[in-house]
């Protein structure tokens, strides 16, 4: 990273650490929130902006952390092996959506991670024994020490830095070497001896763990969790969130989850008329800046 | 180490079958040549021995020992390295993150390994944090095979190395792959630009509907008058005169 992009990295870590102090509960609901879209969007990101390869099925695995989390917390687990219990689930699903990977791609692939998505909704709406079906789960305990809305933002805002911090070691690691070679070209990869199966599973099976984390976050958010978070509409939202920011630019679903949970807030003045600008906004996006809002600064620079 | 295809037949389907009962021998240390026309099998060849296609029968052997359908990975495992055709680098990624994935398959050592490539390469060297993209053709094909040559490969088999590079840089190239054999690397390549190849090659072997039609040291086949013949198509019978 540049001098002037730390600066603007750190001035934003901190302004985000201060920002609690001047808002409501409401506000710091939201940037909350903020965080948990953040932990799946870098999850999602890995998968698709740093592997290459497609996922309409994010939120099901975000789902799965949730509702994992929230059915082991009702039985008295500590949120500090629920949180383990969540990611490992999710990675162990993460590796078995995989495999479809191995033999589709692009748009065949996204289509085999949908189905995956509409079984999961299916799954929590209809199994009522298990997740509660259309009523939910509700009084899904915080843990102890961060059950304040400010504490815990904080709570999760570290969690997320954490999280963070993982990803950039991936992604400077070898592994990230051998994605990045993965979404370029995988024959080629394949010519230098890179495991294609193994780093293909992986990028789903890491993803859906950052999900699951997220998913275990947002449950003791909201307390209460019914199925329609978790619906294929969310997994597109996460997916624009992705590209809107800069698929496979590190700070792409910090900015995109930024959009997506901020810009309906603000727009909210245009009432039904919402939607129709946020609709418009991504179209003009998606025109004139596929590679999401992160690519600005070069696009000044090369013009 | 040396090379042997016996009656080696492949293809890309069950219908489409390239290598047609091909047999030949590459010899330790030595560059050998395949020329032929285009679809004669010459790339495939290379394709199916770093296993890249699974050849539907026959037996491919390196120092006697059979190696037919093993994956790319054992392949590098064994000490064969493979440049394929064209542009082989990961454009977006840096000189050195390209040459860190070339040692993808090493357990340690890999920091060694980089520096001995990078002083056989000065220009590389100086392109190390660039984007690999914005290197010249030539310093791009001397990355490719810098990154091949991580691996202290014992076999390296390249498939057109002088494509797209100007005269002076495929001498360059082919003088590079020279010193390589005479330190003991086998060497099979496939070469468009014969004339070229054939004064650095040691053999030469023509290619024709998947199997070999002729076999002669380069420096005879130099000096064949009917030479264009062999890699523009037609027979490599000799009229009775």
């Known amino acids: 990273m540049s001098k002037v992009e730390v600066t603007i990295v750190g001035a934003a870590l901190i302004a985000i650490a201060l920002a609690p102090l001047g808002l409501k509960n409401y506000g710091i609901y939201l940037l909350t929130l903020w965080c948990v879209y953040v932990m799946a969007g870098m999850g999602l990101n890995l998968t698709v902006g740093y592997a290459g390869q497609m996922s309409i099925g994010h939120a099901a695995f975000v789902g799965i952390g949730a509702y994992t989390a929230a059915i082991l917390m009702k039985l008295g687990w500590s949120f500090w092996l629920v949180l383990p219990a969540a990611a490992l689930l999710c990675f162990a699903v993460g590796l078995v959506l995989g495999f479809p990977a191995l033999r589709v791609q692009h748009h065949y692939l996204a289509f085999a991670t949908l189905g995956f998505n509409v079984l999961m909704f299916l799954f929590f709406r209809n199994e009522e024994w298990l997740t509660g079906g259309t009523f939910g789960i509700s009084g899904i305990p915080r843990p102890p020490l961060f059950d304040r809305s400010g504490a815990y933002f904080y709570f999760t805002y570290g969690s997320t830095l954490v999280l963070a911090l993982a990803l950039a070691w991936i992604i400077r690691s070898p592994w990230g070497r051998a994605f990045a070679a993965l979404r370029d070209n995988p024959i080629r990869a394949e010519s230098l001896g890179v495991n294609i199966m193994a780093y293909t599973l992986l990028a789903f099976a890491i993803g859906a763990a950052f999900a699951g984390i997220a998913g275990a976050y947002f449950a003791s958010l909201v307390e209460f969790i019914e199925p329609a978070p978790f619906s294929l509409t969310s997994s597109l939202m996460m997916l624009l969130m992705v590209i809107v920011g800069g698929s496979g630019r590190f700070f792409g679903p910090m900015l995109g989850a930024a959009i997506v949970v901020l810009l309906p807030e603000w727009l909210r003045v245009m009432k039904d008329w919402y939607l129709v600008m946020f609709g418009l906004a991504v179209v003009a996006l998606m025109i004139w800046l596929p590679g999401g809002l992160l690519s600005i600064p070069e696009r000044l620079r090369r013009a | ?241």
């Open chain 2, 1 to 241: 180490m040396a090379i042997e295809f016996r009656e080696v037949v492949a293809g890309y389907s069950p219908t489409l079958t390239i290598l047609n009962e091909l047999s030949f021998t590459a010899r330790e240390g030595e560059i050998t040549l395949l020329i032929g026309p285009n679809g004669a099998g010459k790339s495939t060849a290379l394709k199916t021995l770093f296993g890249l296609l699974t050849p539907r029968s026959g037996d491919i052997r390196l120092d006697g020992k059979s190696v037919a359908g093993t994956t790319p990975r054992e392949m590098l495992a064994h000490g064969v390295a493979f440049v394929p055709q064209g542009r082989n680098l990961f454009g977006g990624l840096s000189v050195l993150h390209n040459l860190e994935l070339g040692g993808i398959t090493l357990k340690s050592g890999l920091r060694e390994r980089i520096e001995e490539v990078l002083a056989r390469f000065p220009r590389i060297r100086e392109r190390l944090h660039n984007q690999a993209s914005t290197l010249s053709g030539g310093e791009q094909k001397q990355l490719e095979i810098g990154r091949a040559l991580l691996l202290r490969p014992r076999v390296l088999l390249i498939d057109e190395p002088s494509i797209g590079l100007s005269p002076l840089i495929s001498q360059e190239v082919f003088r590079l792959l020279r010193t390589l054999a005479d330190a003991g690397t086998t060497i099979l390549m496939v070469e468009q630009n014969v004339r070229s190849a054939l004064n650095f090659a040691d053999r030469a072997l023509v290619l024709e509907m998947g199997r070999l039609a002729l076999e002669r040291p380069a420096g005879e086949l130099l000096h064949e008058p009917d030479l264009h013949r062999l890699f523009l198509g037609g027979s490599v019978q000799r009229k009775p005169s």
